[in-house]
């Protein structure tokens, strides 16, 4: 499996501020390996982010995007010590999920 999400969150007046690193390879399907051959697409298609199981934030992803996906965002509502779960499913079935308290 995959290494940890990497999530900081930290409230700054009423908005919570959530920066996560997500460790993944995200081969688009494009590249050629040494030996010639196209090395298939691999690529985080859904991220989700919960706080106390409400949906704050959530995306589908193509093959565009890099590897080890930085993304951030905010939010209104979180409290110093709630915790933020970050959940991403690839188009290989992989999925993961992260949690961390918010600061």
């Given at each position: 499996m995959t290494e940890a999400t990497r999530i900081r969150a930290q409230v700054q007046g009423d908005r919570t501020i959530v920066r996560a690193l997500l460790a993944h390879e995200m081969e688009s399907g494009q590249r050629r390996d040494s030996a010639g051959r196209i090395v298939p697409a691999?690529?985080?298609q859904h991220v989700q982010a919960t706080h106390e199981g409400r949906v704050v934030m959530s995306a589908y992803w193509g093959t565009a995007v890099s590897k080890n996906p930085f993304v951030q965002f905010s939010f209104k509502g979180g409290k110093p010590g709630d915790k933020l779960a970050i959940?991403?499913?690839?188009?290989?079935?992989?999925?993961r999920t992260d949690e961390a308290a918010i600061a």
């Open positions: 691999w690529f985080i959940t991403w499913v690839d188009n290989r079935g992989a999925k």
